[in-house]
């Protein structure tokens, strides 16, 4: 079992939907990270969470650190949300651990 | 503000050869991150160095290596390389503060086909 899930693994949506990715994990942790990446291998870190909510543009990330989980929230999806997302978790050493990802199309 | 940077960009080379990578972090950042990404597989954890030491290493052979020069850049080598190594290698960078938590920034990776 991997020590952080992600689901759903694809997701195909249209544009303007209201899209939910879910990361579940195993491991205690100081940090979880969301990352998108682009086609090519471009990657940009979305959020930083420690605990609660934190929301940037159209995304919102949550964590509940009780119930080892985040959720990452796209509102009105665009096609050029289109990426993988990836969720880390960040453990003692700073070892990040990630997700297998969720690839996220949006068609117009 | 420059972000990572990584080169090169693409790197071919033939079994059993050696391949060197390189990463140069944001400006500030003392910590350098590298990760592998293999085809069809997630971000898998390779090596953290942090002022010229290596603080951590993820579970790979030996003949991974690399090392942190004083200006905090990065070398990534891979020796005797094999066809399972051709990856997407990926390089981030931090402040390195400890207990904080921080953020790793990471650069736009270099793409090692070993054929």
């Known amino acids: 079992k991997n020590e952080v899930e992600q689901s759903p693994q694809n997701l195909t949506a249209q544009e303007g939907e209201f899209i939910t990715i879910n990361c579940s994990y195993s491991?205690?942790?100081?940090?979880l990270h969301w990352l998108q990446q682009h086609p090519g291998g471009g990657i940009v870190s979305l959020f930083m969470?420690?605990?609660g909510k934190k929301k940037h543009g159209r995304l919102i990330a949550t964590i509940n650190i009780q119930e080892k989980h985040s959720s990452l929230h796209i509102t009105a999806s665009h096609p050029r949300d289109s990426a993988v997302y990836i969720c880390?978790?960040?453990?003692?050493?700073?070892?990040?651990?990630f997700g297998e990802g969720t690839q996220l199309t949006v068609n117009p | 503000e420059a972000g990572v940077t990584q080169s090169p960009t693409h790197l071919i080379k033939t079994r059993g050869q050696q391949a060197t990578l390189r990463c140069s972090p944001i400006?500030?950042?003392?910590?350098v991150y590298w990760y592998q990404q293999a085809l069809g597989l997630g971000l898998q954890f390779l090596l953290w160095?942090?002022?010229?030491?290596?603080?951590n290493r993820g579970n790979f052979p030996p003949r991974f290596s690399g090392r942190q020069f004083p200006n905090y850049s990065s070398e990534l080598n891979v020796n005797a390389l094999e066809l399972e190594d051709s990856a997407l290698y990926l390089c981030?960078?931090?402040?390195?503060?400890?207990?904080?938590?921080?953020?790793?920034?990471f650069g736009p990776g270099t793409r090692l086909t070993v054929t």
């Open positions: 160095y942090d002022e010229g030491e290596e603080r």
């Open positions: 491991v205690g942790i100081s940090a």
């Open positions: 400006s500030g950042h003392t910590s």
């Open positions: 969470l420690s605990s």
């Open positions: 880390a978790v960040e453990e003692v050493g700073s070892r990040l651990t």
């Open positions: 981030a960078s931090s402040t390195g503060q400890e207990p904080k938590v921080y953020e790793q920034y």
